[in-house]
């Protein structure tokens, strides 16, 4: 529950606010910033949510913009904070970019939207899909009276009914990112695969889906034996629209998609993973004159598969701009070679040393590190229409696909192997 | 506001435009009185004007006055209930906010049986609100008896297992917010018998599913709370192992969620250490982590800390003792002390990180890995002499109060075996004047020791820094333990050796950081603030914080033990008395240490043990403090040598 919330400039200003109860005076509201500043200067930590005077400030930051809401009582913080990113994203996605600039230009659209995602305190619609039905960008404009759909208060609260295609088609975009962490001694510490099953849904009516994925649980639940590899998911999250019970009974995936893009699922495995894309490098540095880089990469996956955009981060000293090695493409088993030297000045500073670590960029398309398979996606609509699944597989780095550094750059010493 | 406008200005030429007879003119003038509301322009004197436009058709228009209405509802409240009776009833949070301004009209009309009878409603949405508008009644109900001197205490939302049947029914069909205030109820629910409770488990379990992370928190929640009555031994095993997984994918979401998560995960772990006992590895930090969440990430390491998956966490410690962020890097080196102190085995290796963390000459680094090893010496004594001599080979490098005070200690500690002991404390005692309290006391107590350890050769030193402490030193608590001291020396040499090498209790590291009746209260409220700020809910809203008196009956009242009371009272009058001697502390600080010492305090049978052992660990708990609150010495009981920051 909140009882007030807005959103702030760098300064702390409120640009629009909005209450949705009297037992918090907007006045609290300017006395965020000057709060925040006091812990950093006694050196308190800040944290997302905090309180001061029976008064609960709970906050996230987006660019430079702190949203903001306000509460006396012990309301759910896991709610709140999750709202506000919730927020920040309906906001973006009708502003392209959430910043000053396009609150000021859209005070009114931005009070009905935050009439309508928040009643009293309590979060309702989010689903940003439903919201640009009847929260029209030139609302003001229009001639005709627009209705809320029915879908707000439907049982299925993220598809309108009605909707029309000529040509019914379903894209599934199947994306896994890797994360790798990479101790200076070459060793895996930490892999883990992040996937997400990505529906593009251009479909008439209120189709029921089903998906059916190569699962090993159900696999083994049915006592079906599994024809080639199976997975283990380890943690599945779905979008809203899933039947969670029904998954939860026989392994399931049957829902009801909303209109046009969306997330269906996500899902985790911390399999150990072989490095896809792995990186060699060694730092030769001479005191006071130049420091040499010497980079090796090689793509170690299956011959037939391509890395695209490949590129490599190399920290360097505080003072340059970190080079990118950057490869377009890296057919699997090759290698590539990368040799660069600087001068340097001869003044240095004694505690140089960033503690960022190497990073990489890569995607890898029709190729998936699980193995995950779609099997099939049936679609059944009360018309009988037919309708054509597509589905793309993809891989590519996660955000923290990395590997340390040595603390100190002794002569020619490695870095590390990735 | 029942000023008159004057007949010129915006607001008057608002007024006109208001009231025209042009539809489109109207909508003009409401979206500019908005406007003009929003960039801080009191608009409030147009209230009835504005509130006439609502009678229409245009849905546009009657959404802008519904909002400039919530913005002005309180100050025209009488005004504002006639209005809300023209609304559609769509909402059952109407009646929540009537109630809001109203409650006794709400009561009067039946509001309330209406949104009980909603409860059984065929559509989840409606459902869901009903359930929110009650459980915000209940909550404002609740406040307002308390405020009204208990005057009937009406429980306005009662659960009984009808509704509890129509719940778990929506629970499985409403949007995401809907399940959010569905699972809240259901944590109100009591359950009758232990196959209702696993009943409510199983069907609670799929929402751990749902990709918002509130939801997944509020499934935690019902199902730790209906838990404790389930029997079924499968049913226990699968709602511990499915619980696990949905834990560790919060970890991959944004920072601020992924903060309140680790907050709620860092409680659950202290009812439930084994839940996570694998997963050690997803809470290593990234090195763009804000540091908010870097520091709850590596308590959570530290409680997870076993010998299987020490040497790892050792290496990552390490790693994070050589990164740029200096607070940070000490609180690294400070969990290389903890889990020293809690795994016996891996000690020695801990030791070994310590002292190559030394090795690295970073000031920071040594200071903070230097108090450590005090703590390491508490739980160990006489393991690790052996490094003592590097220790004070660093001696110059030390310029924190803390960090001097810990190897001043060290030294005394051990003054029989470093044969230049009288010489590394005396070159501390000819800056005495200079050095801080803390410094000074320790300085003042490991002469003492030595003393009493080398009498022979150490006669001279002593009377120096009794003579310094008593004459030159302008702080009582220095002063006065010289005198002791100088008293106990004096007369009675025997008793003076009892008290100053009294063997002390050995340290641990507290399992919890907070008191196991608050902590039962806490986990059946995760994912609120309560368990985000790790305090119960009364300690920061409504009337304000909860005094350590009424903080001390609650803790009683639920463990039912009068002694523990007692002891209590014990402890808190010490540590206000101390913080009134200090001269650093803020007023922030007695409130936040009373509240500690009632948290160890439950714990204790015997008071002046509690006294001792919350001494000792106390530094251990750092962490678990408000970070950054002003260090507080304690100098208690004579004989105690170990002086503990708060």
Known sequence: ?418 | MAVAPPRKGENWELRQQLNSEYRDKRADAIKRVIANHTIGKDCSGLFPDVVKNMQTDDLEQKKLVYLYLMNYAKTQPELVILAVNTFVKTAALCVAKVFDLKPELCIEYGFIETLRDLIGDGNPMVVANAVTALADIHEAAQSLSETANGSGSANLFIIDQATLAKLLVALNECSEWGRIAILSTLARYKASDSEESEHICERVMPQFQHNNAAVVLGAVKVIMIHIKHVHREDLLKSLTRKMAPPLVTLISSPPEVQWVALRNINLLLQKRPDILANEMRVFFCKYNDPPYVKVEKLEIMVRLASEKNVDTLLGELKEYASEVDVDFVRKAVRAVGQVAIKIDTAAERCVGVLMDLIETRVSYVVQEAVIVLKDIFRRYPHSYEGIIPTLCANLDELDEPEAKASLIWIIGEYAEKIENADELLGTFLEAFKEESYPVQLQTLTAIVKLFLKKPDESQAIVQRVLQAATKDCDNADVRDRAYIYWRLLSSDPAAAKAVVLSVRPPISLPQTTVAPAILEELLGEISSLASVYHKPAATFIGKGRLGAEEMAKRTVETEDEVSREKALQTVVAGQQAENLLDFDADDDVPPKVSGWAIASAAKASNPLDELMDLFSTASMNVPAQTPGAPMAMNATGGGMAGWEWI
């Open chain 1, 1 to 418: 529950m909140a009882s007030l919330v807005a959103i702030l400039d760098v300064k702390g200003k409120s640009l629009i606010q909005r209450s949705y109860r009297d037992d918090v005076p907007p006045s609290y509201i300017e006395r965020f910033l000057p709060l925040v500043l006091d812990m950093e200067e006694e050196n308190v930590q800040v944290t997302p949510c905090f309180t001061d005077e029976g008064i609960n400030y709970m906050h996230i930051r987006h660019n430079n913009l702190y949203l903001l809401a306000l509460s006396k009582r012990n309301s759910n913080a896991a709610e709140i904070i999750f709202f506000l990113h919730r927020l920040c994203a309906v906001l973006s996605e009708y502003f392209k970019e959430l910043e000053e600039e396009s609150i000021r230009d859209n005070f009114v659209i931005i009070y009905e939207l935050l009439d309508e995602m928040m009643d009293f305190g309590y979060p309702q619609t989010t689903e940003s899909k439903i919201l640009q039905e009847y929260i029209t960008q030139e609302s003001h404009k229009l001639e005709v009276q627009v209705r809320p759909p029915m879908a707000v208060t439907n049982a299925v609260s993220w598809r309108s009914e009605g909707i029309r295609y000529r040509k019914n088609e379903v894209f599934l975009d199947v994306v896994e990112s890797v994360n790798l962490l990479v101790n200076a001694s070459g060793n895996v510490i930490r892999s883990e695969i992040l996937g997400a099953v990505k529906m593009k849904c251009y479909l008439s009516g209120m189709p029921e889906l089903r998906l059916g994925l190569n699962d090993k649980v159900m696999f083994e639940s049915t006592g079906r034996a599994a024809r080639g590899k199976s997975i283990e998911m380890e943690d599945v999250k779905f979008h809203q629209c899933v039947r969670l019970s029904r998954f939860e009974n026989d392994r399931t995936i049957s829902f009801i998609p909303p209109d046009g893009e969306f997330e269906l699922m996500s899902y985790r495995l911390s399999t150990p993973v072989k490095p896809l894309v792995w990186v060699e490098a060694s730092v030769e540095s001479h005191r006071g004159s130049r420091v040499e880089y010497m980079v090796k990469v090689r793509g170690q996956f299956k011959r037939r598969s391509t890395a695209n955009n490949v590129e490599i981060y190399v920290p360097v000293p505080d003072d340059a701009d970190s080079p990118k090695f950057r490869i377009k493409q890296l057919g699997g088993g090759r290698d590539y070679l990368m040799r660069a030297h600087f001068g340097l000045p001869s003044v240095r500073n004694e505690e140089l040393d960033k503690r960022a670590p190497i990073s990489v960029k890569f995607e890898i398309p029709y190729f998936t590190v699980s193995g995950i398979q779609v099997r099939y996606l049936k679609i059944v609509e009360k018309s009988g229409y037919s309708a054509l699944p597509w589905v793309r597989y993809l891989c590519v780095n996660g955000d923290d696909y990395v590997l340390r550094t040595i603390t100190d750059a002794k002569a020619s010493s490695i870095i590390a192997p990735l």
